[in-house]
DNA sequence: CTCCTGGAATCAACA
DNA sequence: GGTGTTGATTCCAGG
């Protein structure tokens, strides 16, 4: 839609575009031009681990904070609703914690168990702040008049990249690719038509302008601008890290643009070793504790460090983040990228910028407040300096345009990787209508294969329910991962802008972080509803970005994704709510498509252990011959049982399956357990693994959801909307936690919320309302950590991170058994409170149901999601799997689950069954699961038991 | 002519 | 080390 229909002013704050230095591409250092390709390629074998971040614990910041908001033309009014789960992403919903609480890094979870930095993507969080100065909205709103007023994100403080493709390494975009990529830039120029720059952000521009110059124009504008100048820088600086990568980088970059990137990465293995070959040789290169923490994080590995994850994992994961961050700095963005940044970053002119960024851009120093300020310097000081030595002048943002109003102080949107609720107060974001299980993402080499598309026919449709203001808002999306861990950017998948005829809703691309983020105007008069009929899934080769240096994730058989919603709601008191939905799963490739089972809907979520129950699934691809598998397993990932349910051939069809309910192994247990279930049609051919929760026999049969994540997600629904219930065939990462807990239902989760509450901090603010505050960020940085995020803050961030993460472990072995929900609270909320993000929610998350892990798994979920690398799930599940169960022979014993010691305990004895108040198992899981990680932890950390 | 798609060839990684 | 299978990526072709 045209930009029309934004009229609205845009006054909002939010668009400051938020530099994001951090984009994993900033990070990334930039590969020295120089290198060829084939080099750098060899390089990356050979990479000796390269220092890069080393420096920089913190220093990637995230730039990912959202995009700056745009216009987008409102997708007309949608209808039907879906109910969503959702994923689970959202912390309590509500969560209100404070702002930062919001955040939960999700990121941890990489395998690595390291926290999941992700991606030690830089993002720059929101320099937004900064640039909200005002100015960048007005700017915005000026310039554009086009735009949509809607109030950007706020964030947006996309750098400019210049490389566009932050997201992915220009390098690394095929040529062809860069068709499609270019989309972008055409995109963004088409955007541009439609609107002219309404954001300034630099970050369209960039790539729409791709073309523009801007990079071109002043390198150091660019740099600036953009946080991309981060990228630039890191390019440059790519030094650090870069040298290495850097040279692979180039190569890659180059390399790969031309053809394919082969190279390298053809030939690396992902097999497990793969990556961490791979990794090491890249990674190590960079130094880092990143590669190692998630290369060895890799599935393989992870599954045996499980045990670790304890709260000494934890610590890890923490100094992981850090150092992964300052990986992710530096490596973060992938060589090959952050040679494009460099290069591209002089191109990347934003045609449209200028406006914006000048404006937008970030005001220098100057516009944004002291704290503002404060932040800006940390973190494009930290770790752009450090890591990208970016010219913090340049920095400053100073185009950004203008964002909107100062009201934003807070500089930051949350990074892409941290976890959000769904809903929270009066405001929801809903997926009203779900994107169908598969869509085949294009490659760059390939055209656009379309935008994605609902099950039913039509688009996906997302709304934002509660909010009654005037002002036209900016709605997110990005793809994310759909695997067992937090939810965060996919690495392999960028999301896609569709323009044309046949797209209705007006979108425009930035580029948070390394991940392109569509934007979408929400407007009052649509309801605040968007068709997504814009957005296409680019799927990137595994090669190039597997040569980032702080990626630690493999591509192979990573092939789910999750569209990934967000909404930023200013708020009176000058801070911003953010919340975000994500879809249910969707397979991208065309082989798995067709072949992988895939399980949608399951009929029953829990059942007494006595099983025999008929249960009916339904999705894609089952044979007469699948078989399904009940398996229990250990935090650690091991199969503590695995039983095959019985099928009812007769009634198996392509779309759904019967299967009997098998009995528990243990008949006494007293509290729900939870375990998974996966249909398989042969050695390689597993659906994700499928939640389902036994409970004690006598219970009766109502079943408490809670245990699963998704249950919380479904009692929730519109929280976590994008799983559905049933649907969830991959467990969100995202944070189970109910997003509001409150609002949820479940007492059990309650205790979520109140973490989250009390994570969030500010109690005075809504915890919905993310500080933008330089502190916020700084909490939220860290916690992001996971990801990249972590540059910005680093230290102090983490600091408290750190500390938080801790804390609620050693609680938690206080009362291992289900600790009143109040002490996880209390326990994070110190930490929280101040600063939150990512301690409290790592630690939240893992209370939180969220774990996508089997039963066994829950508890660690945050843990997991946070070190770890998440036994389950990764995406590579499959691998994974295989790998795990590997591990898991060898490994389980100590973690053992908590659950099933008990259980046998009560298998002992004759099950008295109590029947709990929902509330109360709940809590009792979330309780179970913070004791089963602090457990580990303390086991890890020290054999205490 | 471009955008979508579906299908499949080709190649590398795995088992 | 060889071979078959699986997965990723690139090509082709039709609508």
Redesign the pocket.
């Known amino acids: 839609m045209p930009s029309t229909s934004f009229p609205v002013p845009s006054k909002f704050p939010l668009g400051p575009p938020a530099a994001v230095c951090g984009s994993g591409e900033t990070l990334r250092p930039a590969p020295l031009a120089g290198d060829t390709m084939k080099a750098a390629e060899e390089e990356h074998y050979s990479y000796s681990t390269p220092s890069i971040n080393s420096g920089l614990p913190l220093s990637a910041p995230h730039s990912s904070l959202p995009a700056q908001c745009h216009d987008l033309q409102t997708s007309t009014p949608g209808i039907s609703a879906a109910p969503s789960t959702n994923h689970p992403s959202g912390y309590g919903g509500a969560v209100d914690g404070g702002p930062s609480g919001y955040f939960l890094s999700s990121g941890n979870t990489r395998p690595n168990g390291a926290p999941a930095l992700e991606s030690p993507r830089i993002e720059i969080t929101s320099y937004l702040g900064l640039h909200h100065g005002t100015s960048q909205f007005f700017h915005d709103v000026e310039v554009e008049d086009v735009l949509p007023s809607c109030k950007r994100s706020p964030s947006t403080a996309t750098l400019h990249l210049p490389s566009l493709e932050a997201y992915r390494d220009p390098s690394c975009l095929?040529p062809?690719s860069s068709?499609s990529s270019r989309?972008c830039n055409?995109e963004a120029s088409s955007y541009e038509s439609n609107y002219s720059y309404p954001y300034a952000s630099p970050q369209t521009s960039p790539w729409q302008s791709p073309c523009v110059s801007p990079k071109t124009t002043d390198p150091e504008e660019a740099f600036p601008r953009s946080l991309g100048a981060c990228h630039l820088l890191s390019s440059p600086r790519h030094s650090p890290s870069t040298s290495p990568r850097a040279s692979v980088t180039e190569e890659s970059w180059l390399g790969a643009r031309g053809?394919?990137?082969?190279s390298p990465c053809?030939?690396?293995?992902?097999?497990l070793?793969?990556r961490q070959s791979s990794c090491s040789p890249h990674h190590s290169p960079t130094p880092s504790p990143h590669g190692s923490p998630r290369v060895s994080v890799t599935e393989d590995t992870w599954l045996g460090n499980t045990t670790q994850y304890t709260s000494s994992a934890i610590v890890a994961a923490i100094n992981a983040l850090t150092t992964d961050s300052s990986l992710d700095m530096g490596d973060g963005v992938p060589v090959k990228s952050r040679k494009t940044a460099l290069e591209h970053a002089p191109s990347v002119a934003l045609k449209v910028e200028p406006a914006g960024e000048d404006l937008g851009t970030t005001p220098p120093t100057s516009d944004f407040p002291p704290e503002e300020f404060t932040f800006q310097h940390l973190r494009k000081g930290t770790f752009c300096e450090q890591y990208l030595s970016v010219p913090q002048a340049p920095y400053q943002w100073a185009k950004p345009k203008s964002l909107s109003p100062t009201s934003y102080m807070s500089p930051s949107l949350p990074a892409l990787d941290w976890q959000l609720p769904s809903h929270s107060g009066p405001y929801e974001l809903r997926i009203e209508v779900q994107p169908k299980s598969h869509h085949?993402a294009?490659?760059?080499?390939?055209?656009?294969?379309?935008?994605v598309k609902a099950s039913a026919g039509g688009h996906p449709i997302v709304q934002l329910h509660g909010y009654l203001e005037n002002e036209p808002l900016t709605l997110q999306l990005f793809i994310g991962t759909a695997d067992d861990r937090l939810l965060r950017p996919h690495a392999?998948y960028q999301v896609h802008r569709?323009?044309?005829k046949?797209?209705s809703t007006t979108s425009h691309e930035a580029i948070l972080s390394n991940t392109k983020v569509l934007e979408i105007p929400l407007l009052p008069e649509n309801n605040m509803r968007a068709i997504i009929d814009c957005a296409?899934i680019l799927?990137l080769?595994?090669?190039d970005i597997e040569l980032r240096k702080g990626e630690t994730d493999i591509?192979?058989?990573?092939?789910r994704v999750r569209l990934v919603f967000r909404v930023h709601i200013p708020q009176p008191n000058g801070r911003t709510l953010s919340l975000q939905v994500a879809s249910n799963p969707i397979e991208c490739?065309?082989?798995?498509a067709q072949?992988l089972p895939l399980v949608e809907k399951q009929s029953t979520d829990s059942y007494p252990v006595i099983g025999g129950k008929k249960m009916v699934l339904s999705g894609h691809n089952f044979l007469q011959d699948s078989k399904v598998i009940f398996v229990e397993k250990a935090p650690d990932g091991h199969h503590v049982w695995e039983m095959e349910a019985k099928t009812d051939r007769d009634l198996c069809k392509p779309n759904s399956l019967v299967v009997e309910i098998p009995p528990f192994r243990n008949q006494r247990i007293t509290s729900p357990v939870q375990v998974s279930f996966y249909v398989c049609n042969?050695?390689?051919?597993r659906s994700q693994y499928q939640h389902f929760t036994y409970l004690p026999a006598n219970v009766p049969i109502i079943k408490t959801e809670p245990t699963d994540d998704f249950e919380p997600a479904l009692t929730c629904g519109p929280m976590s909307q994008g799983l559905s219930p049933l649907q969830r065939p991959y467990f969100s990462q995202q944070l189970t936690m109910p997003p509001d807990p409150g609002s949820c239902l479940v007492p059990g989760f309650a205790p979520c919320s109140q973490r989250n509450t009390l994570m969030s901090t500010p109690p005075s603010t809504s915890p919905k309302l993310h500080d933008l505050s330089s502190a916020a960020y700084a909490k939220g940085l860290a916690s992001p950590g996971h990801g990249g995020h972590l540059g910005l803050q680093p230290p102090a961030a983490e600091a408290p991170v750190m500390q938080e993460a801790p804390r609620p472990v050693a609680l938690q072995p206080g009362s291992p058994e289900q600790p009143p929900p109040a002490l996880l609270q209390t326990q994070v909320s110190p930490h929280l409170s101040s600063s939150c993000s990512l301690g409290c929610q790592q630690v939240l998350c893992p209370n939180s149901p969220s774990s996508p892990l089997p039963s066994a798994a829950h508890e660690p979920t945050c843990l997991q999601s946070s070190g770890h690398a998440s036994a389950t799930g990764h995406q590579q599940q499959?691998?994974l799997q295989?790998k795990v169960q590997r591990n898991e022979s060898s490994a389980t014993g100590p973690l053992s689950l908590p659950e099933v010691c008990e259980d046998s305990d009560c298998n002992l004895a004759p099950i008295p069954v109590v029947i709990k108040r929902e509330p109360e198992e709940l809590d009792q899981l979330y309780l179970d699961d913070v004791n089963e990680i602090i457990r580990n932890d303390l086991s890890s950390t020290s054999p205490h038991s």
């Open positions: 095929s062809a068709l989309s055409s053809s394919r990137p082969t053809n030939k690396r293995k992902y097999s070793n793969g085949r294009h490659y760059e080499t390939e055209g656009s294969r379309g935008a392999f569709i323009t044309g046949t797209v296409g799927k080769r595994n090669s591509g192979r058989k990573n092939t490739s065309q082989r798995s072949e042969g050695k390689r051919k499959l691998q295989k």
